[in-house]
């Protein structure tokens, strides 16, 4: 899942395995929880990586890999860990410096590039394109089946007009790459935002 050329998740790769690899079409491992993963090893993500030009990784959950894999090839890496559904007004604004001062594309990643990783995307999608709520939970699960999760969606309405005067009153970032996209991002109107109202209304939550 990506916001134009700007932020990319996916799930933490690790270094270390526990058992023997699945063998199919791939040769794919598996995590502690029986799901497959690549690793760095593999040298599945940096050409990926930069491909997409992602120049920054920034990994929120505790350490499965080592960070050197992807720094020797000249892709920086950053830990941010936070532990919890639901992150701070504190630790959003430092995610968002780290991403808005990147030159780059960024990827980022929790445990499975669901929760934790699409709120924080999420976040910046608010602040630096006007993406109502609404739209960034759909836009999520669009893109990674799963993402937002429990109170995560309740803390995203929560905190959309709070980006939305934040964005306004700072000029945007420049887009990575910019020479492939000269598309201008669209403005937040007071349609959108009835249409957001309307969709927590259909929930019954409160608007």
């Not at 699960?141 to 964005?167: A, N, T, W």
Request: proline share 8%.
């Amino acid at each position: 899942m990506f916001v134009r050329s700007f932020v990319r998740s996916f799930s933490s790769p690790l270094s270390l395995h526990p058992g023997p690899p699945f063998y199919g079409v791939l040769d794919v491992r598996a995590d502690e929880d029986g799901k497959p993963t690549y690793t760095p090893e593999d040298s599945h993500y940096v050409p990926v990586f930069k491909k997409l030009g992602v120049t920054l990784l920034v990994r929120l959950n505790e350490k499965q890999h080592d960070g050197d894999m992807f720094t020797r090839d000249g892709i920086k890496h950053v830990d941010l860990y936070f532990d919890g559904p639901c992150p701070s007004r504190e630790f959003i604004q430092k995610f968002l410096g780290i991403v808005e001062n990147e030159p780059g594309a960024v990827a980022v990643h929790c445990k499975a590039g669901l929760g934790m990783t699409g709120t924080l995307i999420g976040a910046f999608a608010m602040k630096h394109f006007q993406f109502p709520a609404a739209y960034c939970i759909g836009w999520n699960r669009i893109c990674r089946p799963g993402s937002v999760v429990g109170p995560q969606q309740h803390f995203m309405f929560e905190i959309q007009d709070e980006l939305f005067q934040s964005g306004a009153s700072e000029s945007r970032p420049p887009l990575p790459n910019a020479e492939h996209s000269k598309e201008q991002p669209t403005g937040h109107d007071d349609s959108e935002r009835r249409r957001t109202k309307n969709f927590q209304s259909e929930r019954g939550e409160q608007t």
